[in-house]
């Protein structure tokens, strides 16, 4: 269609997606480049005809008649034109260098023909018979010399009817550089004589001289014509075979590269095959992404759909303005809002006076716009009430500013419950603030957010270093209590409220204080956790309640410990009355004598046991540490206790292992004789009681276990408290004053072990299990100690002869020095007894070297026992200041007996002491041993 339309110098330009190559032969490139292609000149319908026609062609030889009269209109200019070509035009043939025929004009049937079962225009093709060869030449010559080539006297056939003249004209059209030929056949006629017609000799002969030359010219111009002829067909071959030989040379390169192109071609078709499926892949999901697409814009249809109508029914203020502030839309709640009319969309806000005053809102909206940030503000009608207006961008779905959206909030009823609020809060915080207990508020990260004023001066810190500070960092950590910490956890995780926490500190500013916490969790509409601690000083009331519960565990010792004192001294009163209002047999006397000794030793164990409880209060009680092979200690502890387990037959069963630790020998087997002790007393006749010694991580493990009465659990804890007892009661079965298990506490953990009791329950027995850690000996170590058992000696016992020993006794007390002297001159001794020092040093000074032996009392009136150790060691040996001194004495302490020796004394002996010992250390000390 764009060839048959298109002008012969009328030009195509076609677009970058466009080709031709469906149509190469119908155009011929003007420039390639940028698309623009002419007009091919194609075999169309003759313009003339040059056949004869059914119709009517006149004749110059037989003139018809032209009719007068026509039914149709005519040209009488182009009916001139068509007669003048019928008759003048020679036959010609317009070719295009690939030698297709492109348009013939008039019958060329003598000197073209038809191949048959082909329908191909190519002329050389079509040529008949002898008219090939010129033609081929003609055609070539006029090629490649661009010039008009004429071939004269062409004889095709044998015959005159034949000849003809061959004229070729190469031209190229204009905005074309396609070339083409026009091939004219001038047909001679027969009538002319031919140029290669020779004359016979006959006839030679017989003409006449002119008529020879002119003969002669005629043959040497076809010889001429022939020669040119012959030397154009000898060229045309020449170049025929060198063409050949290219065409068959570049025929060889096209095969190899067809050769490899078609290697490459199925490459590129497997390519082709697989970017094949490719493209039917991406085309199923071109598919499948075209329906998604169809799918979207129907959803996106309906969602604009549910936009209008959800912004057509929603009851919230929203107005839509654009980048100049003008109406884009706006919803019926503002339209009522802002007096809005539709015809209002398009309008400048500011141009418009509705409830708002407009100017406000101008500056907030055009910094939205700068920003890009959401800015929120309240805002007020003209009738007072109350808006929470928001402005953010409008953003478009490429994420473009195209203007700003207005939403508009009714918080009129907020305000006003935020007013009643504040009022009520203020309220609040009036009466939080004149109440005097301190109060805290903290956030869920423990954090104070708000505290009353009776809290800042309580604690004496600033409101400044308070709020928003974390509890447990307030005040340098003050508050950083473990207990603390776990109960606020606790208030947090479970929910749960705490009354009466009692949390014994030392504060910072304030001191040890008790605090009673009491703390809940504070619900919140807003669903934030907050605590509220009310925190009551309890100090004063704690002290006062300590000081009751002393009080009244005082009473209770005392009232005890006159129990306890009472009994053995109403026995020993009784014996000693029921001895002088009556004579007893020797049978009485020694169960009085016995008793006399049994309640004394009783009265002894509760002093030191009183003793202790005293020293452990003050502190001074001391240790001396020393190796010490822990199973030789049980074992003399077992063997102390040996006789009471016999009497009560209960059986006692060590498993003992040697464990060395480092300690106070005597302290520590207090300890063991304590425990064996309440073993045995709280275990029934024909029970059973173990003691264990072991070594469990890297400790000595001493447990001793028996088949008593038990523990009951509520009591458990409160076993080793001092003045404690099970059983207080008038009733009690058991005597003591509630220090044994306190004093043995104390005494392990000086030691730096530790004691604990266990118990299932009443009647199920108890275990006292306490460790001790182990002794590594240094290189250079002390002998480890062997422990003593003290046991009473009696006169029958030998001891050493005290005969002939001058020994001088002082004390102040006569009830002590007479039963004292009585016992040593009992066993030979001479006894010289005063009750100061001033005495013992005037008997000194009178008798010097006669006493073997001095025994003083640190307690003297005026001057103590100190001042005579002192006065005597500043005496001479001769005038008997090394004489060998013992300290009796009811001072007991570790520093009293340290005293004692520094001051001068040998030994220490505390009072209630056995004669029968103080016998056996005199005989020591004047060497009769």
């Not at 031709?20 to 420039?31: E, Y």
């Not at 006149?58 to 070509?85: C, G, M, Y």
């Not at 009661?729 to 220090?739: A, C, E, I, R, V």
Request: aromatic letters at 6%.
């Amino acid at each position: 269609m764009f060839h048959y339309s298109l002008n012969l110098t009328g030009c195509l330009v076609l677009g970058t997606a466009e080709s031709i190559k469906a149509a190469s032969n119908l155009f011929a490139p003007v420039d390639e480049a940028c698309k623009i292609y002419a007009r091919k000149l194609s075999l169309s319908n003759p313009l003339f005809a040059f056949t004869a026609t059914s119709g009517f062609v006149p004749s110059l030889h037989n003139p018809q008649r032209i009719p007068e009269k026509r039914s149709i209109p005519f040209d009488l200019a182009r009916e001139v034109d068509q007669l003048i070509a019928n008759r003048y035009m020679p036959l010609s043939v317009m070719v295009d260098e690939q030698m297709q025929i492109l348009q013939m004009r008039g019958d060329l049937d003598l000197y073209l023909k038809l191949t048959p079962s082909t329908t191909e225009l190519n002329l050389l093709s079509m040529a008949r018979e002898g008219l090939v060869t010129p033609l081929r030449t003609a055609l070539y010559q006029a090629k490649t010399e661009n010039v008009l080539v004429r071939q004269e006297d062409i004889q095709m056939e044998q015959g005159e009817r034949a000849r003809l003249n061959l004229e070729v004209l190469p031209f190229r059209p204009a905005l074309m550089n396609a070339l083409y030929f026009l091939v004219l056949f001038n047909p001679i006629s027969p009538s002319a004589p031919a140029s290669n017609t020779f004359t016979s000799s006959a006839t030679v002969e017989n003409l006449e001289p002119a008529d020879l030359a002119r003969e002669l010219v005629t043959l040497r111009q076809a010889l001429s014509a022939a020669t040119q002829r012959e030397l154009s067909a000898q060229a045309h071959l020449q170049a025929m075979m060198q063409e050949q030989n290219q065409l068959n040379q570049n025929l060889r390169i096209a095969n190899e590269e067809i050769l490899s192109s078609n290697e490459e071609l199925q490459s590129t078709n497997e390519e082709l095959q697989t970017a094949k499926e490719e493209i039917q892949a991406t085309n199923e999901e071109l598919s499948t992404t075209n329906e998604e697409l169809r799918s979207r814009n129907l959803q996106q249809n309906r969602d604009n759909s549910d936009l209008n109508n959800f912004i057509a029914s929603i009851n919230i203020p929203i107005v839509m303005l654009t980048n100049d502030l003008k109406i884009r839309r706006f919803t019926p709640t503002a339209q009522r809002l802002f007096n809005f009319i539709p015809t209002d969309i398009g309008r400048p806000l500011t141009d418009l006076h509705g409830n708002f005053d407009v100017s406000q809102l101008e500056p907030m909206i055009l910094e939205v716009l700068e920003t890009l940030n959401t800015k929120e503000q309240e805002i007020q009608t003209e009738a007072g009430y109350w808006y929470s207006i928001r402005i953010r961008p409008y953003r478009t779905t490429e994420n473009q500013i195209d203007g700003v959206t207005l939403l508009l909030q009714d918080i009129n009823a907020l305000k006003r419950y935020t007013a009643s609020l504040e009022s009520a809060r203020n309220y609040t915080e009036a009466i939080v603030e004149t109440v005097q207990i301190p109060l805290v508020v903290l956030d869920a990260d423990l954090r104070v957010n708000t505290a009353n004023r009776a809290f800042y001066e309580t604690f004496q810190v600033s409101e400044a270093e308070t709020i928003n500070t974390l509890l447990f960092e307030l005040s340098n950590g003050q508050w950083d209590i473990p207990e603390l910490r776990s109960m606020l956890n606790g208030i947090l995780a479970d929910e749960l409220a705490v009354q009466d926490f009692e949390v014994n500190h030392d504060f910072e500013q304030i001191g040890q204080k008790n605090m009673l916490f009491n703390g809940c969790k504070l619900y919140r509409e807003d669903n934030i956790n907050m605590i509220l601690l009310v925190i009551l000083d309890v100090t004063e009331r704690t002290a006062r309640q300590k000081a009751e519960a002393a009080n009244r565990a005082k009473d209770e010792f005392l009232s005890n410990l006159s129990h306890e004192l009472r009994n053995p001294l109403n026995s020993l009163l009784a014996w000693v009355q029921l001895l002088r209002n009556r004579d007893c047999d020797k049978a009485t006397v020694d169960h009085a004598l016995e008793a006399f000794e049994q309640n004394g030793r009783l009265l002894n164990y509760l002093i030191e046991d009183i003793l202790d409880a005293s020293r452990i209060a003050s502190g001074k009680l001391q240790l001396n540490s020393h190796p010490i092979d822990l199973s030789l200690l049980v074992q003399a502890a077992l063997d102390s206790v040996n006789f009471s387990a016999v009497a009560k037959n209960i059986q006692l069963v060590s498993s003992l292992s040697s464990i060395s630790v480092l300690g106070d020998a005597e302290r520590l087997q207090q300890v063991l004789g304590n425990l064996l002790s309440n073993a045995i007393k709280f275990t029934p006749a024909g029970g059973r009681v173990d003691i264990t010694l072991s070594q469990v991580d890297q400790q000595a493990q001493i447990q001793v276990s028996d088949t008593g009465i038990g523990i009951p659990a509520e009591l458990l804890p409160h076993i080793f408290e001092r003045f404690y007892q099970a059983d207080s009661s008038t009733t009690k079965t058991n005597q003591g004053l509630g220090l044994g298990l306190a004093i043995v506490r104390h005494l392990i953990e000086l030691h730096g072990g530790t004691v604990q009791a266990e118990s299932l329950g009443e009647g199920q027995g108890a275990t006292l299990t306490m460790r001790l850690p182990l002794y590594v000996p240094p290189p250079t170590s002390p002998p480890i100690v062997e422990p003593t058992v003290e046991t009473s000696l009696d006169a029958s016992q030998n001891l050493p002869s005290l005969e002939g020993l001058q020994i001088l006794v002082v004390d102040d007390q006569v009830d002590v020095l007479l039963p004292l002297q009585f016992m040593l001159e009992t066993y030979g001794a001479e006894v010289v007894a005063v009750t100061t020092a001033r005495a013992a040093l005037s008997a000194l000074n009178e008798s010097p070297n006669r006493y073997d032996v001095l025994i003083s009392d640190l307690g003297l009136p005026e001057e103590d026992g100190y001042f005579l150790i002192q006065q005597v060691r500043s005496l001479s040996a001769a005038a008997g200041g090394q004489i060998p001194a013992i300290a009796l004495t009811g001072y007991a302490s570790k520093a009293e007996q340290q005293r004692a020796i520094k001051a001068g004394f040998q030994m220490h002996m505390a009072k209630p002491c056995d004669l029968v010992q103080l016998g056996a250390i005199v005989a020591d000390l004047a060497k009769r041993t």
